[in-house]
């Protein structure tokens, strides 16, 4: 965050050359954001200090770790890629107050995110972007800040975990089906096929995300 206070404001040649130092943030005020789809306390490291430079000029960094919702669209599972939005909004302050805005472009943002976003897991962010726009809310205006992430599933596991294996079963059971084997082995094969893809199903109800309003297209039979 920056922003730039003009009543904190001093000479560095008065001060033996001193333009800049580093204060705790309790000590002035500083604009205080809130994160709309937040669900729990945020977790932070306890670096709340600013920068003050001698031209009234604030710049803190705080890194924390917050849980925010997101509506997850798992159609094509596990081939899907989410969008969450994480919006920053100032409900304290209206915009004739306070308007926050970008000092890096969207593109910027992405490139230094890629480089903090070390994780092999199972999600890939692909895509950053921002909206800057204004809330109304009880006849008050509000500037909010909505970035919206793109994350892509890293599907590699799901294929040889899941998609194989239910190929490979269902394969097997047409080739049985029109194979030359007598009608009561088929009956007793298509039985072990039918105990086979329901213990696959329980396994996928473990495995698919539940918060979807529709269900991915493999579960689907």
Request: net charge negative; hydrophobic share 45%; with cysteine.
């Amino acid at each position: 965050q920056e922003w730039t206070n003009t009543l904190v404001t001093w000479d560095p040649q008065d001060f033996c050359n001193i333009s800049r130092v580093v204060l705790p943030l309790d000590m002035y005020w500083s604009p205080p954001v809130f994160i709309i789809e937040e669900v729990n306390e945020q977790k932070s490291n306890k670096l709340e200090y600013s920068i003050v430079k001698h031209n009234g000029g604030f710049n803190a960094t705080l890194p924390f770790q917050v849980t925010i919702t997101c509506s997850l669209k798992i159609l094509k599972f596990p081939f899907d890629t989410q969008t969450c939005n994480l919006s920053v909004a100032s409900f304290l302050y209206q915009v004739t107050d306070l308007v926050m805005k970008l000092r890096r472009t969207p593109a910027e943002m992405k490139k230094i995110s890629q480089t903090f976003f070390l994780t092999d897991g199972e999600w890939k962010f692909t895509n950053l972007s921002v909206i800057e726009y204004t809330e109304e809310m009880d006849d008050a205006h509000f500037s909010v800040m909505t970035y919206m992430i793109s994350m892509e599933r890293r599907p590699i596991l799901y294929v040889l975990n899941l998609i194989l294996p239910t190929c490979a079963l269902y394969l097997l059971d047409m080739a049985v089906l029109f194979g030359p084997s007598s009608l009561e082995e088929k009956i007793n094969f298509q039985i072990a096929i039918i105990l086979g893809s329901s213990m696959l199903a329980v396994i996928l109800n473990n495995i698919f995300p539940t918060s979807s309003n529709e269900p991915p297209i493999i579960g689907i039979h």
